[in-house]
């Protein structure tokens, strides 16, 4: 069926006419997602975007303006792919920006995340956490402040898996040394 006749039973409300939409188009919309999102590819974000076009075609069928689907289909696509890469970026520039503050001012580390019970531990801890190598300390703080994973930490700061994992031991190992050799006031 031509796009001019399925644009005009959308129109009318014909919710069967959604699903064949989506059965000759999905394939097109996922494609267009996965080239707009590059650097984000994941196989759920892609189909979970796909579906948002669907569903957004759906509750502007009223307001369809054009009898060119694929066209509408391809521009709301390419703005849903922006939109989700702008928001990723931004919640990681954000952790990023974080981190760095956390490091460079004041190693912040929350309580309830800390279980410990008195506050000289915390302090003596955040002591301990400022004498690591750079490095090691942001890898310890993604890590167990931050719960991100070693490949997210690997992704996001563009050093190889095998290099966090090292950095991570090897900041746990400081640590172990620092806080049992007096911890970090000495």
């Not at 759906?58 to 303006?65: C, I, M, P, S």
Request: hydrophobic letters at 35%; glycine letters at 4%.
């Amino acid at each position: 069926m031509d796009d001019q006749r399925l644009v005009k039973r959308l129109r009318c409300g014909d919710e069967s006419v959604l699903s064949e939409i989506i059965f000759k188009y999905n394939r097109y919309v996922s494609t267009v997602v996965a080239n707009q999102l590059r650097d984000f590819k994941n196989t759920a974000v892609i189909e979970e975007l796909a579906s948002d076009v669907f569903f957004e075609l759906w509750q502007n069928r009223d307001r369809l303006t054009t009898s060119h689907l694929k066209g509408w289909l391809s521009t709301v696509s390419r703005n849903k792919a922006k939109n989700y890469i702008r928001a990723q970026k931004i919640q990681t520039e954000s952790l990023d920006e974080k981190i760095e503050e956390d490091l460079d001012d004041f190693v912040a580390i929350p309580e309830e995340f800390l279980n410990l019970e008195r506050e000289e531990q915390a302090q003596e801890l955040r002591l301990a956490l400022k004498k690591l190598k750079k490095h090691e300390r942001e890898t310890v703080v993604r890590y167990y402040f931050y719960n991100q994973t070693v490949t997210k930490i690997s992704e996001e700061t563009g050093t190889n898996i095998e290099t966090v994992k090292s950095r991570l031991r090897r900041g746990r190992d400081s640590l172990k040394e620092i806080l049992m050799n007096g911890g970090g006031s000495k």
